[in-house]
């Protein structure tokens, strides 16, 4: 009996990992800033968490029959499991759909990545949220100052990672122009980042937990900065997309909690959707580029 050829790119590693905090330790190149490839997630059952293909993005095989969407961004778009993205498949027959997050991921880091990324691949289209990093608390005093003086130079007015943000941005999109750029999305709203929200942080499976951010320990401090580093944020990407031409696809809008009875209703903490939101957030980034797949 002849012996089978073994596909090299077929091959993966297999972890049995169920700790989110023990994955990327597995997954992440740090000498790279990228994901390894080749990678497959189980748990103690054996069943699939999330595997990493050829090219080290979540998701399966590369797929030369499907037209190529890769999503970019941090932990928001890295979600758990298999995350989101990969949902969006069923929505658009004929597309792939690959996840390029990384928990923790600095913006520009994601913009280098998915730079690098298009020039090695044929990508259809990309989808980009710039993500929170890096997010800067500002101290006590710099906080007082920042509400009593006017600054005229505009770095200087910007918040702590956000200062280049336009023009980094401006520069990727005049490289990558198949680009559609996604707004960071937040449990946050004006009615609450000044209210103590303690009595709201639920220990328990994902159905009903509620954390802070991630592990990150309740600070009501942090609330109203954590809102305003991602509504400047925000308010660029907006800005320049429009100069730009560029799609946007506005899912802080589409997720704001303002009016919602419970703001903790699509979200696990203040930054990541709840994975039962996922089909509903597939649903609606596919609805803001369907017109772009047709």
Known sequence: MAARAIDAAALRTVHVSAVPEAQKALYFDENRAEMRPNLVFVEPTGAIIFETNEAGLKGGPLD????????????????????W???????????????????????????????EFNRR??????????????????????RRARRSAAR????????????????????FLETVPSTAVLTVPTALNP???????SSFIVEGDDRSAFRFMGKVRYQMAGQRQGFEHIVERNAMAREVCDTAGIRLIDLFATFDTENLAD????????????????????????????D???
């Not at 004929?94 to 990384?102: E, P």
């Not at 005229?152 to 520069?171: F, K, M, Q, V, W």
Request: with cysteine; glycine share 8%.
């Open 64 to 83: 030369p029959n499907h037209k190529l969407v890769v999503v970019w961004g941090d932990s928001v778009v890295f979600g758990a499991g298999w995350g």
């Open 85 to 115: 993205p990969c949902l969006i498949d069923r929505l658009a027959p004929g597309w792939q759909f690959l996840n390029g997050g990384i928990e923790g991921d600095h913006y520009a880091n994601i913009l280098r990545r998915a730079a």
């Open 121 to 142: 691949h044929p990508v259809s289209l990309n989808l980009l949220m710039l993500g929170w990093h890096p997010f800067v608390p500002l101290p006590p005093e710099r």
């Open 152 to 171: 005229s130079a505009e770095r200087r007015r910007l918040r702590p990672g956000n200062e280049d943000i336009r023009s980094d941005l401006t520069r």
């Open 191 to 197: 009615q609450i980042i000044d209210r103590d929200l």
């Open 263 to 290: 703001f903790r209703e699509h979200f696990i903490d203040m930054i990541h959707f709840r994975p039962s939101a996922y089909p509903l957030v597939a649903q609606r980034v596919y609805d803001g580029i369907q």
């Open 292 to 294: 772009l797949l047709a």
